[in-house]
């Protein structure tokens, strides 16, 4: 991956390079606009690095059309004195900001945060224009049909929705064309995943924090609820939020307000909340692990995806979708499917559901010769059952299966 430094300060720029210097990343580095503008446009970066001030060459905002245009993640590197143009930046499309100087941790997570996210936006850019304006998910079953009625119903009305549904039936992009289909698709959708921080930092990340409010709280740090401002808030995985989690959110969703971890200052903000589980959130109702008036705050409109398995008349779309993508990724010429794949595919029951025929697909596409054979899939699927993913190849699209 191509991670660009932008800063008109040489030992900056060395700086970052030397905390990078150990992830497998390639560094690019400029300090001049003109020449990171011929950058961005020549390199395609995965992400920017991106300074504010260059002295004597003015503001790099201007870069952020651009750079929102291609889909290249920005994270801006903000001194003290610019903290409200970094916000503004973040306005404008950027991920997120960090303080100079740099903390070499903050660095390394904020990064990786962003290009996981950048992945996610560019496969669903990717399925939205494959798929066109007019189809909004891959499948014929009277079970996705329902699903497009229900988006088409709510995406408008900007009520918080709640998605429910086993792990990888694609929770994920039912709530990214429910931010799509709303009124709210030209600002931020900001993706939070309960589950992937630890509970310790997960407040933190949601209202954001103070500088000094706990040990590694070097700078202030905005919230993805505040990013989310006059947009979109997923928040994947809710129900696994700790108790405290559980109450400040309740509270942002009665008075829409938030309080930074550290701070006494209470900000309004306006922001849509999606929320997904993948838990029987009403069982932990019952065991006293979520709490009864959240909960009842979150589901004002909810949405069910049903598992593979109820709906086994999607699998042969699904597949070839994913094929033609694979054979995209990997530069392949267009693989057919023979015939008695599809009977494969459909006696089989997916319990890791559309993340799981993707992986299959992927394997699939890497067998040499122009046609995928039922004898291949044959090979794939009791591997499938006794290892769940394949060793060796990447999961890189699981994101957008949950």
């Known amino acids: 991956m191509k991670i660009l ?30 020449e990171i503008s011929q950058l961005i446009c020549n390199e395609n970066p995965d992400a920017v690095l991106l300074d504010i001030h260059f002295k004597g060459q003015g503001t790099s905002l201007d870069l952020m059309p651009e750079l929102a245009r291609q889909f290249i993640p920005t994270i801006i590197l903000s001194g003290a004195a610019t903290a409200g143009e970094a916000a503004a930046a973040i306005k404008l499309g950027a991920y997120d900001y960090i303080e100079k100087p740099v903390s070499a ?14 992945k996610l936006q560019q496969q669903w850019h990717d399925l939205t224009a494959r798929q066109g304006a007019g189809v909004q998910l891959t499948g014929r079953s009277a079970a996705v049909l329902q699903l497009r009625r229900l988006i088409e119903q709510y995406g408008k009305k900007d009520v918080r929705v709640l998605i429910t549904g086993e792990t990888g039936v694609g929770k994920d992009v039912v709530a990214q064309l429910l931010w799509k289909s709303s009124n709210r698709a030209d600002k931020a959708f900001i993706i939070v995943n309960s589950a992937a921080l630890p509970e310790n930092l997960l407040e933190s990340e949601l209202f954001g924090h103070k500088k000094g409010s706990f040990t590694g709280a070097t700078t202030d740090q ?77 589901n004002v409109a909810r949405i069910h995806v049903p598992p593979l398995r109820d709906r086994s008349e999607d699998i042969a779309s699904l597949f070839s979708y994913f094929v033609v993508q694979f054979c995209r990724k990997f530069k392949e010429p267009e693989k057919r499917i023979e015939p008695g794949v599809v009977d494969l595919l459909c006696e089989y029951s997916w319990p890791g559901n559309i993340r799981e025929l993707r992986n299959a697909a992927e394997r699939a596409v890497l067998y040499p010769g122009p046609t995928i054979l039922a004898a291949q899939i044959a090979e794939i699927l009791p591997q499938q059952r006794s290892q769940g993913s394949p060793p060796g190849l990447s999961d890189s699209m699981a994101p957008s299966t949950r």
């Open 5 to 34: 430094i932008a800063d008109d300060e040489s030992s900056v720029r060395q700086s970052i390079r030397l905390i990078l210097s150990s992830e497998p990343y390639e560094i690019l580095e400029s300090g001049d606009l003109k």
């Open 105 to 118: 941790d903050r660095l390394k997570l904020t990064l990786r945060r962003c290009l996981e996210n950048s």
């Open 222 to 298: 905005i919230g993805k609820i505040e990013m989310a401002d006059r947009g979109t808030l997923f928040l994947d995985e809710i129900g696994d939020l700790s108790p405290s989690a559980q109450t400040k959110l309740l509270r942002f969703l009665e008075a829409g307000e938030i309080q930074k971890v550290g701070s006494h200052q209470i900000r309004k903000v306006d922001v849509r909340l999606i929320a997904a589980t993948s838990r029987n959130l009403e069982a932990d109702i019952e065991r006293g692990l979520f709490r009864t008036d959240l909960y009842y705050r979150l």
